[in-house]
């Protein structure tokens, strides 16, 4: 223990090494700094980038405040950057309270505020935009924050943190701010390569210590137990009880009492009790489903659950009215606004994507403010905004991934378990699994005690930055500004690795090449001749045994019920009676018939053409009494009978065996020939150098797949730029090192299917269209069905837009082709699921009609629109001077953004 002559002797180190800014920063905080938020502000205030990666609620934002506190101290300018437009608002609202809605602007696909203050808030899109625009709100610009770095992993969007660390100018310090990963070391080493001195600081301690536990039944366990000697091993009592309780389990399911799965499994209410009896509310519990959180919000509110006061449901209610006022009454009918609004009084809440964001906003403003006390969530909320909570709730170690059910990875429990524990609120965090029959607390163990959640880059080259980057800088240039790319880093750092296993491995085929060296001749060339023979003859061994399969299975075909046959080999070698041939291809056998015996040893077995490695032939043929029961022991023994009177005491002789008779091939021959006459066949230590020419040849295998690997790595990115400007010089984007006019228009259309787009513009595929017609088929290239395997035909408007959406498909196969003679497979398919949807908002119809017929949540409704905004937008300025397109896509706008699609938490 310190004394407080200590204690202030270190206060007076740190002022000391502390600069004047950090000294002014340190005192808007009531608490004292962290000392990783510290070095990392030392550092940006020495002139160094940094890159924090720290634990969820650890406090790394502070770093970035910092920056943007250097910025306002300095006179220049700071972007803060984030992955989504909750956490850029959230982060807007912070900023405007400290220093005053002048300083501070917003700039997202929604909102554009004071976009020329020296503090923006921003999405990483704009500024990515900003970047290839040139535009001069960059100048001045000498810090990014940018928050969730880690996103650059997405391979959806991950691309853009990369474009933009890339390709901002060299005089901007970088504040990258990570979750725990696990090669940061890697990413930092990168980021000093690409921009300058950048100093690592890796923290790995939670401001808030996390305990484990597992919920059996109604008991809460801890999942580690601590040893005297500091180590900690997971808890003996909770493996007995689980095993006690999966036998139990077992008993219940063998006995028919209730299902296995559903063994002792406490229901959502009674995991809300708990928590709440033993003081770890509020709790998030991440449900992997939408529908599962709605229903375990009803199933609370059913049961009576009630977790708040009578000043706490009042406050809630003001909250919630004030909050949606803006909604107009119909759609508030429409989304279930009394029933939300009842169980947020209750404390319960749900909060995932498929809810309206303005409806998600006072959830987590509730939540924050700890009047709704259990939220059930899906996992997107452990990777958006601040929302902690004093416990996290996991039901299930699995997940749906759009394609199987797949385990829940180390990262990913990280990352969900993060949000447990509030810092400056609560002493310790929790986290509670759900026990269900099957799961091992060693699993959980497993999952809670492994820190691996590596940064791995998506980067790819799209069209849009292939424009851009020639048009700015040409395509040499261009080239070489990709090859900085993360992704190509990891890629050099894997051919390090393996070019020096290819070198090691190139040595080692000298040594053996010496080795098999013959004084009589080339004993490469011989060994070459030995081994053509052997592929010759182990391929004419091929031919034969398919064709022996061949009329193997051919004569299973023609056998009949009782037909006596002779199991060549095998388990069910001997004598056996026909029951049924198996012919019927709905027995689901796709290797030839299967058919069911009765065997010399009275057991009737169902037999596949494995066990008949030549053909057979039937030897007699009995009766097979009519009703004959394959169950009955007796009368099994009465047809073994009649089977061993019918055969009497014939010598059947030896059973018929594979042969493999070699029948004369002229190239056998000639090899062999051509063998014996070569010098090295008559050398004394021939089968010696033999031995060596094998590893060799199996070596010189292995060598050349090391080597295609070292290729395929190396300029990965520049390779795949080439190619898409191989396209885009086909089709007229690109003309060597000058952007086209078309080029110039495609370099403005920011989207996933920006080729699709600009050659939808370029064909005249919109100019007939009205507004809604408009907003229909452009809702094409940005909407995707969750369900990627739904095969029914999605509802269009007919006229005109139909033929424009079936021009948009045609369009796409042809760019498709284009692709493959490419080696590229970057154009997805329109999705025509929310042209409908699209077509009727545009038109008016009120919401209650339009979610009726789209069968989409309201939030998923409010999304896709908001992104088709931001597309029409995009068309309005990379149309043609004098195009209707242009036109009809502002209106389309005008028209769309109303009612809930309107809605905005930026006051």
């Known amino acids: 223990m310190s004394t407080p002559a200590e204690r202030y002797a270190a206060f007076r180190q740190q002022q000391a090494e502390s600069g004047p800014a950090l000294t002014s920063f340190r005192g808007l905080y009531d608490f004292e700094l962290d000392e990783f ?29 910092f920056a943007v506190h250097l910025a306002v101290e300095h006179g220049s300018k700071c972007f803060y950057t984030t992955p989504i437009k909750a956490l850029s608002n959230q982060k807007y609202n912070d900023l405007v309270r400290r220093y005053g809605a002048a300083k501070v602007g917003l700039l997202t696909g929604d909102n554009s505020v004071n976009g020329e203050a020296p503090i923006v808030v921003m999405t990483t899109e704009v500024l990515r935009n900003m970047l290839y625009a040139g535009s001069p709100t960059l100048a001045g610009l000498a810090y990014v924050v940018m928050d969730e770095v880690h996103y ?54 939670r401001p808030v210590p996390l305990w484990q536990h597992m919920l059996v039944g109604k008991r809460l366990y801890d999942l580690f137990v601590h040893e005297d000697d500091d180590t900690q091993r997971v808890n ?35 995991v809300i009790e708990k928590l709440d009896d033993e003081g770890l509310l509020p709790a998030i519990t991440f449900i992997f489903s939408r529908a599962g959180c709605d229903a375990a919000v009803m199933q609370c509110s059913y049961a009576g659950l009630r977790l708040t006061t009578d000043r706490e449901r009042m406050e809630i209610r003001h909250v919630v009215d004030e909050r949606t006022a803006h909604l107009p009454d119909e759609d508030l009918a429409v989304l279930g606004y009394l029933e939300w609004r009842d169980c947020l009084e209750r404390g319960l809440a749900a909060h995932h994507a498929g809810m309206l964001p303005a409806f998600k906003e006072v959830v987590e403003e509730l939540f924050t403010r700890g009047l709704v006390k259990a939220v059930f969530a899906t996992e997107t909320l452990a990777l958006g905004i601040n929302m902690p909570a004093r416990s996290v709730v996991i039901e299930k170690l699995d997940k749906w991934n759009g394609e199987t059910h797949a385990d829940l990875t180390p990262g990913e429990y990280t990352q969900l378990t993060g949000r447990a524990g509030r810092r400056g609120i609560d002493v310790e965090g929790h986290a509670v699994v759900i026990w269900q029959p099957g799961m091992d607390p060693l699993s959980v163990a497993g999952l809670a005690g492994t820190r691996t959640y590596p940064l791995r880059s998506s980067f790819q080259p799209s069209y849009n930055m292939a424009v851009n980057l020639v048009g700015q800088v040409g395509r040499d240039r261009a080239r070489t500004l990709l090859e900085d790319s993360f992704a190509q880093f990891q890629a050099d750092r894997a051919v390090v690795g393996l070019a020096r296993q290819l070198r090691k491995a190139e040595e080692a085929l000298e040594g053996y090449s010496e080795a098999m060296t013959c004084h009589l001749g080339d004993f490469q060339e011989y060994a070459a001749m030995r081994r053509r023979l052997s592929d010759r003859e182990a391929e004419l061994s091929r031919q034969r045994g398919a064709a022996r399969r061949a009329q193997a299975v051919r004569s299973l075909e023609v056998l009949r019920p009782g037909d006596v046959i002779r199991v060549p080999g095998g388990r069910r070698a001997g004598l056996a009676v026909v029951l049924d041939p198996g012919v019927n291809p709905a027995n689901g056998r796709g290797d030839g018939p299967s058919p069911l015996v009765l065997t010399i040893g009275k057991q009737v077995k169902r037999l596949s053409a494995a066990d008949f490695p030549v053909p057979i032939e039937p030897l007699e043929k009995i009766r097979i009494p009519k009703g004959f029961n394959a169950r009955s022991p007796k009368e099994r023994a009465d047809l073994v009978s009649t089977m061993h009177a019918k055969i009497g005491d014939r010598d059947l002789g030896k059973p018929t065996r594979a042969r493999d008779h070699t029948m004369e091939d002229e190239e056998v021959t000639r090899l062999r020939r051509e063998l014996r006459r070569h010098p090295c066949h008559g050398c004394d230590e021939r089968e010696d150098h033999a031995r060596w020419a094998e590893r060799y040849h199996k070596l010189l295998r292995e060598t050349e797949g090391l080597r295609r690997r070292v290729d395929s790595r190396s300029h990965v990115i520049a390779r795949t730029f080439d190619r898409v400007c191989g396209v885009l010089d086909q089709l007229g984007y690109l003309d060597g090192e000058t952007v086209t006019a078309h080029g110039r228009r495609l370099a403005k259309i920011y989207t996933e299917l920006d080729l699709l787009t600009s050659e939808c513009l370029r064909a005249g595929v919109w100019e007939a269209l009205d507004p809604a017609e408009l907003a229909a088929c452009v809702s094409s290239l940005v909407y995707e069905s969750r369900q990627s395997d739904d095969t029914r035909s999605p509802k269009i408007p007919g006229g005109a837009a139909r033929e424009a959406l079936a021009e948009m498909v045609r369009l796409w196969g042809e760019l498709e082709e284009i692709e493959r003679d490419h080696g590229l497979s970057f154009v997805r398919e329109p999705d025509l699921g929310f042209a409908w949807a699209a077509f009727r908002w545009a038109r008016g119809h009120n919401l209650d009609a339009v979610l009726t017929d789209c069968d989409l949540a309201a939030g998923d409704f409010v999304r896709w629109v908001k992104q088709l905004l931001d597309l029409l937008g995009q068309l309005k300025d990379a149309a043609p001077r004098g195009a209707k397109v242009g036109d009809n896509a502002a209106k389309a706008i005008e028209a769309m953004r109303r009612g809930v699609v309107a809605y905005s938490s930026v006051s």
């Open 37 to 65: 938020q510290l070095d990392a502000c030392r550092a940006l205030e020495a002139g160094d980038g940094v890159l924090v990666a720290a634990p969820t609620g650890s406090g790394k934002t502070v770093v970035g405040e």
């Open 152 to 205: 650059l992993a997405d391979r959806f969007r991950g691309a853009v943190w990369e474009e933009v660390i890339i390709h901002l100018p060299e005089s901007v310090r970088v504040a990258a701010l990570s979750a725990t990963v696990s090669n940061a070391e890697e990413f930092g080493e990168w980021l000093g390569e690409v921009r300058g001195d950048t100093t690592v600081i890796v923290d790995e301690h």
């Open 236 to 270: 003996p009592a909770l493996m007995r009880i689980t095993r006690d309780e999966a036998r139990l389990a077992q008993t219940r399911g063998r006995r028919g009492y209730s299902r296995p799965g559903r063994a002792n499994t406490p229901n959502r209410v009674d």
